[in-house]
């Protein structure tokens, strides 16, 4: 299981340059991918989509791509207009200084912006494969980092299944005996309003029975187990699930209303704002997942 939070980068080097690449993701419904490659990579940029969609489900991805030619490769382009002002600027302060020695061209090279690479004639062909490697090896970094975070993850949703399957054990329990309680209470009820009690009162069985009826959660507590059951089974596997526990999730919360719903105890209605709150907490995680 990974997260969609994650950073990796890495560096190649061959004879003509060094390729740099970081990747960084956070979470997103679908895969979205925000490249920045240099001018001369663009072509090359379907190939680079086509790489990371075959390792990354969902997410955001920022992609920076870096290329620095080798000294050895570079071509130069002179700005000869650049080139005369800046000459004519350092004879006239060299002749305002009285400074002694000659201004040579190896002077004027060094200056920013008079020699510049060009990077117009790059080999995609033999780019490639570099740039391919870069791009590999920070996915993998980038990975590595999404199941670290994953894994933790994992453990904190399992710890909250353990609570949630707690709280549906006291439910069911409690629900065994609010029957009863009901039918003290209303014959308590009766009996208060009342001057004689009644002994056998036929209609406050009714009510009781009709009562019952209603606020039957077996139904309910049933579903609510067997949801929990596909979400631990779910979290085990090793394909993306970020989607399918948001689902199961969701189904968890609607069993839970619906038992809130259907019941008047005290207790159980307290048994079901603890399972409320861990559903919302394990709903902010699974956000975070592929």
């Not at 997410?59 to 071509?75: P, V």
């Not at 995609?124 to 993998?140: D, T």
């Amino acid at each position: 299981m990974k997260s969609m939070t994650g950073f990796g980068k890495a560096e190649v080097k061959n004879k003509s340059g060094k390729i740099s690449v970081e990747i960084s993701s956070v979470n997103n419904r679908f895969l979205e991918i925000s490249p920045r490659l240099p001018r001369s990579f663009l072509s090359m940029e379907p190939k680079v989509r086509e790489l990371i969609n075959s390792k990354v489900e969902r997410g955001k991805l920022n992609l920076f791509i870096n290329y620095e030619e080798a000294i050895s490769a570079k071509t130069s382009i002179i700005n000869e207009e650049l080139t005369k002002k800046v000459y004519k600027q350092l004879s006239k302060l060299k002749k305002s200084l009285k400074a002694d020695g000659e201004i040579s061209l190896s002077d004027l090279l060094l200056i920013p912006d008079i020699s510049k690479p060009s990077q117009n004639n790059i080999d995609h062909n033999v780019i490639w494969p570099s740039l391919k490697k870069a791009l590999v090896m920070a996915l993998n970094d980038l990975i590595r980092m999404r199941q670290k975070e994953g894994t933790n993850i994992s453990i904190d949703l399992k710890s909250r299944v353990a609570v949630l399957r707690k709280e549906i054990s006291q439910i069911k329990k409690l629900s065994r005996t609010s029957v009863d309680k009901y039918r003290e209470r209303l014959n308590k009820r009766i009996n208060d309003l009342l001057e004689n009690p009644i002994v056998n009162n036929v209609r406050l069985e009714e009510e009781v029975t009709l009562i019952a009826e209603r606020t039957d959660i077996t139904e309910e507590c049933t579903r609510f187990d067997s949801h929990l059951k596909q979400f631990n089974s779910t979290i085990s596997t090793k394909i993306p699930v970020g989607k399918k526990l948001n689902f199961i999730l969701q189904e968890l919360n609607r069993e839970a209303n619906t038992i809130a719903s259907k019941c008047s105890d005290i207790d159980i209605s307290s048994n079901v704002i603890v399972m409320k709150e861990e559903i919302e907490k394990m709903r902010e995680q699974v956000q975070n997942l592929e």
